[in-house]
């Protein structure tokens, strides 16, 4: 009886540490196909593609699989922010805000912008087609529309003349437009940006002949 007892014992044990193993294992399976989604889910929304067929397809998920995990675009969408959000290195605007020399500081205020730019394009794309069906992309779109103002104001005062025309320049649509439809390189088109800043803001037009020069 004592062995029969102990066998039993065994048994159970053996069972309970099977049943912790193959839960590890497939809660390690299921965040895997999450972050598959996720990872096809940012490639397609940076096409424009939203359609859950086609996501199953690119993550090699079936469409069950996928609503499993993400019920509905909007449940997408937040994870989709949350994730590409992790990605970015968002720029220091006390930082420009204290560069002293206006040039250095539209030229530096202008390569940050861009640089988010690039990263955002895009999911800005698509995010400013959907935002009105989707909360989420409305806030991320507000997010990134405050942080353009905030890099404009850095450039040029919010009540001066010249900002409408210095933050117009530096709008995601502008940037986009460069790029795709003006074939510049990223490089070529924070070049292009920062000298069309400079020439809005000349001395005849917003900086004046000492301030172009100071702390130089």
Not at 13 to 21: E, G, Q
Not at 143 to 168: C, H, M, N, Q, W
């Amino acid at each position: 009886l004592y062995i029969k007892y102990r066998f039993r014992l065994f048994n159970i044990t053996v069972r309970k540490m099977a049943r912790k193993y193959d839960s590890s294992r497939r809660r390690k399976a299921a965040e895997q196909t999450r972050r598959d989604i996720l990872e096809a889910a940012l490639k397609l929304h940076w096409e424009g593609v939203t359609e859950f067929e086609a996501l199953a397809k690119e993550a090699g998920v079936s469409l069950a699989t996928l609503r499993k995990h993400y019920p509905n675009k909007e449940e997408l969408y937040r994870n989709c922010t949350r994730a590409f959000a992790e990605t970015l290195i968002m720029p220091d605007l006390d930082g420009l805000g204290a560069i002293p020399a206006p040039e250095k500081r539209i030229e530096t205020c202008v390569s940050e912008l861009c640089r988010i730019h690039e990263a955002m394009m895009g999911y800005a794309w698509l995010s400013a087609h959907h935002r009105k069906n989707s909360p989420t992309l409305d806030a991320e779109m507000s997010a990134y529309e405050g942080l353009t103002d905030a890099i404009a104001s850095l450039i040029v005062p919010d009540d001066s003349p010249k900002f409408p025309l210095a933050r117009s320049l530096l709008d995601f649509l502008g940037y986009r437009a460069m790029r795709l439809s003006g074939a510049l390189s990223p490089e070529n088109t924070k070049v292009e940006l920062t000298k069309l800043l400079q020439h809005v803001l000349d001395p005849l037009g917003g900086l004046t002949h000492e301030q172009r020069y100071q702390d130089r």
